[in-house]
């Protein structure tokens, strides 16, 4: 099951990345330098997006953790207040 997964995983990968190379160096000459570049910029670009979204869904995954932690406190808070 775990090979399946991190096959596909890198599957998904491969594509994203081969598609943002045919985006905007499709006119360029493969092994020039202006490729070489251009493909690197549009690399460095798509990680940067799924490192924000990354960043975005972990936080927001903090932030329902601690609020969800701040609720039990405050019942139990609560109930020790009563006893």
């Known amino acids: 099951m ?6 596909l995983t890198f ?3 491969i594509t994203n990345i ?5 985006k905007k160096c499709s006119d360029m000459k493969k092994l020039s330098k202006e490729f070489i570049i251009c493909s690197a ?3 460095k670009d798509e990680a940067n997006k799924k490192n924000n979204q990354i960043k975005k869904g972990s936080a927001k995954k903090t932030k329902d953790i601690a609020e969800g932690t701040k609720k039990i406190f405050n019942k139990l808070k609560s109930k020790i207040k009563t006893d």
């Open 11 to 13: 599957c998904l990968l």
């Open 2 to 7: 775990k090979t399946i997964f991190f096959y």
């Open 18 to 22: 081969s598609f943002a190379v045919d």
């Open 41 to 43: 910029k549009n690399l």
